[in-house]
């Protein structure tokens, strides 16, 4: 029987429902009750329902994009009616790179299309500058004039820095690849201060610390587009289905085309299921894995001879009584100290040192001679090879191994075995997706020079298909030297920067550990600091008595301003606690620039409204693609909010009102003065970049990657970079980017010491950790964390992009709508856990209550919380988060300095935030 819902609707707003009309409907035994018909309203209270009549009518659309660091850098649509942003589209309009091969279209994630409904419009929206009027993190604001705000922060800035220098006034902001023009807005201002800026990329422990120490690089990769040339990808601590959104396809491509896919992670990772076979590995023994997979490949002679000899550091000729290099200075009176040495044809060579080419050399890779030194004597010299080999073979063979990682020495070799076989049979199309999860332990570093030194064997480094792709962190700005250009006017050289894994050791006052060498962690720091290999503001922090500071790790001068913008700087900091306890009360003032109320915020002295990502012009750009697009205002800044750009301008002519005039002395200004009453004037290049489109566009036109490009361009649509000339390979027409090919086809040097790949490290500090050559290390348990018997694993999900969206309806409908950890059963059983129990996870640097979540899928003995819950969601009995557990631990290699490739800059170089070796207990909350 038919019926329409209208006149349904009428006979049940009919005054009686009989019987015989329910029977009529096959409706007998529900109890309906008479409701009012909609349709009978007036007609003013029906003025939703034009809502969805209109929903694919608008006044505009408007391309933009996300800057979240979540690497995707999707172009979007925005539609607005009536000046609302309705809903958002992916722009799905990239060029392809070549027809052949898979589009990078349509790109976006579930994330980027609610940002709109959830931050844009949402309620957590920042209208208007506050002021805190409680104690910092209790959530009492008083609303104040933006002449207000401005002023009081004016007058702080300049009696901090009539009071305690420049370098009291710290300014943190990442990852300027996500939105490089707001980012250049705060570090303008702090380069014409003398302020601060903070790295990142080391701090949030994205930096892969092998990458500098082998490659002289920071990072370079593939874009996505690449993977689809690899013959053996190997996701290794990167789940790309989860964390790759936008790109995971490609995964799958590479699958179609005839590529083999292995997943290497301690839990059955999400990304398992699109790989051809899983090996769980116990937590953070990934080195010793990879070691033996080399110790293999050199044993049955699968590696690439000439690709060694080539490219990398393994001909080269060591002494064996100072376990050193061969240098000219050596054998050579006068000799050059960065001058080294191959035997080939019988003789000693010096290897070339203008490129790689080896002309008609042919190094051995194996030697035992002796050499006649300069001055009299004799060295016994043989090859970073044979050293090597002869590490692997006496502590790194598959048996070895299999007792480490878990994994069966048969299933080591036979894996070993397969990728020889690719890496042979492809000239090296041999890839690692290398993530976080292996990236953010203590020993990282020895992580990451295992795995680069087997792709190097295979002569995987600088192959389309092929490297160590390392995805953590959107840290790829192409047009790099725009944004120098944009941000430091005067140059880098006079530009104060900080480390900011040591910088908030220091001044957090973390405890001193054992490292297991001849000092403490605060010795190494001492010495590193004192030495000049690693800047630590403000200066003379430490002193000049070096037994004082490690016995009490008091710092002599203190911070006393900070500025945080595109970050969630503190929710997302180790040592969590120790920063609310130590560090913070030692900052007269926290400025945070947000449009949402994050935990960064939360805890701020002032809090300035920043526009939105669909309210400003900018562009972004990533390493998961090669191309440039922007993001556009599809709408005015809302409420009382105004881009970073005009706030830290705004900012800069009050500071040059207020100062009237004054000037300070600092050396690291050109003329050692600077003068703070020209300062708007500076900040805007006398008016000529007032603007956000015009510093967008001097941006552009700064970078040979963007010169010739318009804002209006690739607004029209996305367009590819031009070739680079920054980065380690040309970008090439119808060939997707991968790096490393001016060394591998331009026959270009390494930026190391040696000018290879460089396996062998020489600093007196590497040699003491007996970590001069690769080799592995199992996780640390840090003083006052034994007796904690659960691993903590924090890694990125796929509901949020760090702490954004991380308190958002839509991605917490997802799951189960607040904080949560995961266990395996057998770990909840001995607890007396039940699935969704209330937990304390706990040890000595805090503790945070959550629910727990039974993961048969969890490796036993590790306890994991995806990263970045802000303080205040959901978590019971106290202002905690995923950081309350964590502390600060610095590696004493990583604050090496004085040696080629290891010195510091901005991060390139400089210890790293690891936190994965931290342990906790978890208990049942009854409170
Ligand atoms: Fe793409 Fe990132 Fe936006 Fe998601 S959040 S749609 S990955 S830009």
Redesign the pocket.
């Known amino acids: 029987m038919g019926i329409q819902r209208r006149t349904f609707l009428k006979m049940l707003a009919g005054t009686t429902v009989t019987a015989a009309s329910i029977k009529a409907f096959g409706l007998s035994g529900i109890n309906l009750k008479v409701v009012n018909d909609p349709y009978a309203y007036p007609p003013e209270y029906r003025g939703w329902e034009d809502l969805y009549r209109d929903e694919w009518t608008w006044d505009s659309v408007t391309r933009s994009?996300?800057g979240?660091n979540?690497t995707?850098?999707?172009s979007?649509k925005v539609f607005v009616r009536n000046g609302l942003i309705l809903r958002e589209e992916q722009a799905a309009d990239y060029p392809d790179i070549d027809p052949a091969l898979p589009s990078i279209n349509p790109?976006?994630?579930n994330?980027?299309a609610c940002?709109a409904a959830e931050y844009v419009n949402g309620d957590r929206r920042i209208k208007y500058p506050l002021k805190r009027v409680g104690a910092r993190g209790a959530g009492l604001w008083q609303r104040i004039s933006w002449d207000q705000a401005l002023t009081e922060i004016a007058d702080q800035v300049i009696a901090n820095i009539q009071s305690d220098g420049p370098d009291s006034l710290t300014f943190f902001t990442p990852i300027p690849a996500m939105s490089p023009v707001s980012f250049s807005s705060g570090v303008r201002l702090a380069h014409l201060l003398g302020g601060v800026v903070c790295s990142f990329y080391d701090w949030y422990c994205d930096l892969p610390p092998g990458s500098p120490i082998t490659l002289g690089e920071q990072t370079d990769v593939a874009e996505s587009t690449d993977w689809v040339n690899s013959r053996y990808m190997i996701l290794w601590g990167s789940n790309p289905v989860q964390t790759r959104?936008?790109d995971a396809h490609f995964v799958t491509e590479a699958k179609y085309n005839g590529c083999k896919v292995l997943a290497i992670f301690p839990d059955f990772a999400s990304s398992s299921i699109r790989a051809d076979r899983w090996l769980s590995v116990e937590p953070g023994t990934d080195a010793a894995l990879a070691l033996a997979i080399c110790q293999h490949l050199i044993t049955t002679s699968q590696y690439d001879a000439a690709y060694l000899q080539e490219q990398t550091d393994m001909p080269f000729l060591v002494r064996t009584d100072t376990g050193e290099y061969l240098r000219e200075a050596d054998v050579v009176a006068g000799g050059a100290a960065d001058r080294f040495y191959v035997w080939s044809g019988g003789q000693l060579e010096p290897a070339p040192n203008a490129d790689l080419n080896l002309g008609s050399l042919s190094p051995d890779l194996s030697v035992s001679e002796v050499v006649d030194l300069d001055g009299g004597g004799t060295a016994t010299i043989e090859t970073v090879f044979d050293r090597l080999t002869a590490r692997l073979n006496a502590n790194h063979t598959a048996a070895q191994a299999a007792g480490i990682t878990g994994v069966g020495a048969a299933v080591i070799t036979e894996i070993a075995n397969e990728i020889g076989a690719a890496g042979t049979s492809s000239g090296g199309r041999v890839m690692i997706m290398h993530g976080a999860g292996t990236n953010h332990w203590y020993h990282n570093d020895l992580n990451n020079r295992a795995m680069l030194l087997m792709l190097s064997l295979l002569g995987a480094i600088g192959k389309n298909g092929g490297g160590f792709n390392h995805y953590v962190g959107q840290e790829k700005i192409w047009p790099v030297n725009g944004l120098k250009a944009l941000s430091f006017p005067q140059g880098g050289a006079h530009q104060r920067f900080q480390n900011t894994t040591l910088w908030t050791h220091v001044h957090a006052e973390l405890s001193d550990q054992p490292t297991g060498l001849s000092q403490t962690t605060r010795g190494y720091m001492f010495d590193s600091v004192a030495n000049g290999w690693m800047p630590l503001y403000p200066e003379g922090a430490l002193g000049t008595d070096k037994a004082a500071y490690v016995s009490n790790g008091v710092p002599h001068r203190d911070p006393k301003m900070m500025f945080i913008w595109r970050a969630n700087w503190f929710n997302q900091a180790k040592g969590n606690n120790y920063i609310e306890q130590s560090l913070y009360p030692k900052l007269n003032m926290i400025v945070d620039l947000n449009f949402q109320m994050d935990t960064t915020a939360f805890y701020a002295d002032i809090v300035l409204p920043s526009a939105s990502h669909y309210e400003k012009h900018d562009i972004n750009t990533t390493d998961m693609h090669s191309f440039c697009h922007p993001f556009n205002p599809a709408i005015p800044p809302m409420f009382e909010s105004k881009t970073d750009w005009q706030i830290f301008q705004a900012l800069a002519a009050k500071i040059q009102e207020r100062a009237g005039g004054y000037t300070y002395p600092d050396p690291k200004w050109p003329g050692g003065t600077r003068d703070l009453s020209t300062l708007q004037n500076d900040f805007t290049n006398n008016g000529a970049i007032a603007a956000d489109i015009d510093a967008t566009q001097f941006l552009l036109d700064n970078a040979p990657e963007t010169a010739g490009m318009t804002m209006a361009g690739i607004t029209v649509q996305p367009q590819r970079f031009n070739n680079t000339t920054t980065w380690t390979s040309n970008l090439e027409a119808g060939r997707p980017y991968t790096a490393f090919l001016k060394n591998t086809e331009d026959k270009e040097l390494y930026h190391t010491l040696t000018g290879r790949q460089q396996y062998l490290i020489e600093h007196a500090w590497f040699v003491e950790a007996g970590e001069e050559l690769p080799t592995y290390k199992p996780p640390v348990t840090a003083a006052g964390e034994e007796g904690f018997p659960l691993l903590y694993n924090t890694p990125h999900g796929r509901w949020a992009?760090h702490s954004t969206w991380r308190n958002a309806k839509q991605m917490l409908r997802l799951n189960r709508g607040g904080p949560i950890c995961y266990m395996h059963p057998t770990d909840m059983t001995t607890r007396g856990l039940a699935d969704d129990d209330w937990v304390r996870m706990h040890n000595n640097h805090g503790q945070v209550i959550v629910r727990v979540k039974e993961m048969k899928s969890e490796k036993a003995g590790r306890v994991t919380m995806y990263h970045s819950w802000e303080r205040y969601v959901g978590i019971k009995g106290q202002m905690a988060n995923f950081n309350s557990v964590t502390g600060i631990r610095i590696k004493p290699t990583q604050l090496a300095g004085g040696y080629g490739q290891l010195h510091f800059a901005l991060n390139y170089w400089g210890p790293t935030g690891v936190q994965r070796d931290t342990r906790v207990e978890v208990e049942k909350y009854n409170g």
């Open positions: 994009t996300h979240v979540c995707g850098s999707c979007w790109r976006g994630c994330k980027g940002y959104i936008p992009i």
